[in-house]
């Protein structure tokens, strides 16, 4: 790894979990690029704790399919095919889609302001070019939707749904411009009017609009790695 993750040293009872947590969250992040290469030893030593939990909370993501192990010493962040991401992305328009139906029958005035706040976050981190934050509230903006909505179970599809996009989403999200945020102002009016149909519509909207952007990304890679296999 080329930088470390800045994570403080763990001292938990149960540290595998504690790890996979952590990793999980940089993987939803986009703090770990698409076709990365992870070693054992550099995560203990960026968060501060023994090989073992590491090892164990790898095992858990590969088997998540959040990251992929090419050989015994090559685990990796996948780079996903063109066709995987539109099957995810085909998911999350149904998922996301209820979970927006749900918070605009359910927010409260606090919600609202919760929301709208990530928004206007997000707005200053895109004008600063400060991406990592932009991507964390971008996804925090997500998650608070299915948070919103009371739909725990829901929450915990969605996260192994994020496992795999967010790397692709964080490498991709620069490239976006206004397509990136522009439905949440959407998603955001149609919440506060209590319209289930408008808010599901915004978030389609956005996971479409963002979709493109990653099509085109994948579609260039696909075709330089088989012109480079030529």
Not at 5 to 14: C, I, T, Y
Not at 166 to 186: E, F, K, T
Not at 189 to 210: F, K, L, M, N, Y
């Amino acid at each position: 790894m080329s930088e470390p993750f800045g994570l403080q040293a763990l001292e938990h009872d149960n540290l595998g979990e504690v790890v996979y947590g952590k990793l999980s969250d940089a993987l939803m992040k986009g703090r770990l690029a698409p076709d990365s290469r992870l070693t054992i030893r550099d995560l203990a030593q960026s968060l501060g704790t023994s090989v073992t939990p590491v090892r164990d909370a790898i095992l858990r993501l590969i088997q998540d399919e959040a990251l992929v192990q090419k050989s015994a010493r090559d685990v990796r962040v996948p780079m996903l095919t063109v066709e995987r991401y539109q099957e995810i992305r085909q998911i999350r328009l149904k998922l996301e889609g209820l979970a927006a139906r749900e918070t605009a029958l359910k927010a409260t005035a606090v919600d609202i302001a919760r929301l709208r706040d990530l928004i206007e976050r997000n707005e200053k981190a895109i004008a600063g070019q400060d991406w990592t934050e932009a991507l964390d509230l971008n996804q925090t903006f997500h998650f608070a939707l299915t948070e919103i909505a009371s739909m725990p179970v829901l929450r915990g599809i969605l996260n192994r749904l994020w496992l795999q996009m967010g790397p692709l989403i964080a490498a991709s999200y620069s490239h976006g411009g206004r397509v990136m945020i522009d439905q949440h102002y959407v998603i955001l009016a149609a919440i506060e009017a209590r319209d289930p149909d408008a808010a599901e519509r915004a978030i389609v909207e956005d996971i479409s609009g963002a979709g493109a952007v990653i099509i085109d990304r994948l579609s260039a890679h696909e075709q330089d790695t088989r012109g480079g296999a030529a």
